[in-house]
């Protein structure tokens, strides 16, 4: 199974699908996906793809909500650069299910502050992107920096 280790039928699969559901992320990426303009289709894992999105936020070249996979480009563009993207995808698809859905944004939102903070770089030490596989996305791996002078003042026992 090239894009996914995960048959559309696993249980895995088919929890998280429905946790997303009930969790309303999906409904929110749906409606995201229809006002960004982008054209809807069936994907892996339960997955839906949305392609052509018109909007220039958020950045990168995909993202997740619940289980869409939003682009403004092709998946098939991204795949050819990134073969692994929507493994990476529907990892951050389980993300949403198991965050109870919206408690996600504000989770991520903290864990790609503490990336910039302790890197430069917002994936680089992001929780979410290190777990669903910083290489598969197609981020690369930022060593940590120190950590500026008032935090290390404040920190000190």
Known sequence: MPANRHPSGSV????????????????LGLAVAAVGG????PGPALL?????????????????????????????????RH???LRHEEKHARQWAYCLGLPFLPLYGLTMGWSWLRTGDRAARCFFERQAGLADGG???????????????????
């Open 139 to 157: 981020y690369r791996d930022v060593p940590p920096r120190r950590l500026p002078t008032f935090w290390r003042k404040a920190h000190r026992p």
């Open 38 to 41: 982008a054209r809807r289709r």
């Open 83 to 85: 073969p692994f993207l």
């Open 12 to 27: 895995r699969v088919r929890v998280r699908h429905v946790a997303n559901w009930l969790n309303l992320s999906t409904p």
């Open 48 to 80: 839906t793809l949305a392609e052509g999105y018109r909007w220039r936020f958020p950045t990168g070249g995909a993202f997740t909500v619940g289980d869409v996979v939003i682009t403004r480009t092709t998946i098939a563009r991204l795949r050819a």
